[in-house]
């Protein structure tokens, strides 16, 4: 009896087998390769916040890999600049969660770019954590489904406005001006704007005004406040075109205080503008280097790691991003990569004691994704080049 024809089933059928192990195998490489995706503005209006929030990302993920990474393995981190750009941001977040397999996403920066994106995110169910972008619809507009895959480490404009129009009614000022940026970050804190000054029994006398981010002169939009007798002004605007809003009011005489969301705080902020033009303008922040043993400890060692890599350290941006890849990597090290139970894990972080940011021990829930709450920020304002608490 012959057994050629059973050796060649048996020879084609190993072969088959041969095939699907090396596939298997192959998978498995890559499948074992930890990768966290972190999509940034490293180009564009907010290209300071984004080379900050870097800051943090690689701190956080150097001190966890030199510590043993998850199990002996290193995370490696795969980064991508969105240009401050919607469009870029969704090519972005799909190649980092189709190509890259990312066990979770960092950012982005701008919060036009993170409403574009986090339907993907949702969609895939990879958790995005937001440390940076504060329009409020971020993470509500997923929180009414049964897992919400959208968290946050920043204070949101909700949270912001609160503090600009708490200071507006203890100095009992009346009559607001509104202005915006056309992007959808600046839309939103418009509406936001709204909402609060309409329970505080406030009205605006001038505006909503819209500009657009690129914009030199803000004359036609702030005559318009002049003429309405405006004695304090809100901005949505980012820290180039608050810069024009400061000059255009310094050439039509304009003189009233006027206050933003924390856009305005960014270093480059100063740097266009100079001192004396940024003089007196407040902004909102979360964060001081030296508010606590924590927060000191994160400057010293962003100043020794990054003294050398040139550019303006914005802290708030760095110890917020590095809060955030601390709390995805804290899950990690609870759950594993798979990044449905990395989400669930997040709700259930109990136990975070090492924030550098004002956030609790326990800070995310199944209702609630911010992090940061009414009692993680102040308003400051400029004086002479620095921040300071405007109480």
Partial sequence: MSLKPHSTTLRRALLVCAFALAASFAGASVAAELKLGVDLSLTGGTDDYGRAARMGAELALKEYNDNGGYKGQKVDMVLYDDETKPAKGVENVTRLITRDRVFAIVGPVNSGVALAIIDIAQKNQVPLMDTIATAEQITQRYQSQLKNYIFRVSL????????????????????????????????????????????????????????????????????????????????????????????????????????????????????????????????????????????????????????????????????????????????????????????????????FTEAVTKMKPHPFSHDNHESLGHDSGFLAVWHNGKLVSVE
Avoid: C
Avoid at 164 to 188: A, E, F, N, P
Avoid at 283 to 290: M, N
């Fill in 156 to 351: 949101n404009d909700g949270i912001q406005t609160s503090f600009m129009i708490d200071y507006i009614v203890k100095q009992h000022y009346q009559r607001i001006g509104l202005m915006h940026d056309s992007t959808g970050w600046g839309q939103s804190g418009r509406d936001t704007a709204l909402r609060l000054l309409q329970q505080a029994n406030l009205k605006v006398a001038a505006g909503p005004e819209v500009f657009d981010q690129n914009d030199t002169d803000m004359t036609a939009q702030l005559t318009k406040m002049k003429e309405a007798k405006v004695d304090f002004i809100i901005s949505y605007s980012l820290a180039p075109a608050g810069v024009q809003i400061a000059k255009s009011m310094q050439k039509i005489g304009l003189q009233v205080p006027w206050t933003s969301t924390w856009a305005l705080i960014a270093p480059n902020f100063l740097k266009l503008g100079g001192k004396d033009t940024v003089e007196g303008v407040m902004a909102v922040t979360s964060y001081t280097p030296d508010h606590s043993d924590n927060a000191k400890a994160l400057h010293a060692k962003v100043d020794a790691v990054f003294k050398d890599s040139g550019g303006d350290f914005h802290p708030v941006a760095t110890a917020q991003t590095y809060d955030g890849v601390r709390l995805l990597l804290r899950a990690l090290d609870k759950v594993g990569p798979e990044p449905q139970k990395i989400r669930d894990s997040l709700e259930e972080i109990d136990d």
